[in-house]
C-alpha cells in the first residue's frame, strides 16, 4: 500500500513515514530528522507574526526571527523572510514579463523590481528591453 505525504504537516508526521529509516539506515534517518527539525522551526517563525513593541511610546515591531524593530508590520514580517534567506514574494508576470520568475524577500523589493526592471517591447525588433534600458536601445536599435 502506498502512503500519501502530501497531507502531513507536522514534522512528527513527516518522519513517521520514514520511521523504518531508525534500523535501516540510521544516518539518512539523522539527516532526515535534522531537516524535520530546521523545517519545523522555519514553520513556526513564519506563523509567529512580528510583535508589538512601544519604543518612546510609539508602536514599533519586532521581527520574530532576528529581533530587529521596525516601523511596520509588514516590514517587520518580511525581515523573517531575509533572515531565512526565503524569497516568498514572486513576480509571476507582475513586471509585464510573462515568464519572470523572479521572487524577493520583501514586497517592497517586489515593486521595486516591478517598476524599475519593467520590460516593455521594442516595436523595432520585438523583443524586451527593460524599463531603464528602453529608451537607449530604442535610439539604437536597427531593428
Ligand atoms: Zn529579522
Ligand atoms: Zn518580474
Ligand atoms: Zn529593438
Redesign the pocket.
Known sequence: MEEDITGAHSPEQILGYFGHLKINNPDLYAMINQDAKELSRIFDVLSTDAQEVYVEGIRKYVCVQCGRIHDRKQRANDCRYSDLKLKPYL???????DS???SYVSKQL?NR??EN???KMCGRCNKYQSKQNYARHVGSCQG
Open positions: 513576480c509571476q508576470g507582475a513586471c509585464g514579463l519572470c520568475d523572479r517586489l523590481h516591478c526592471d519593467q520590460v
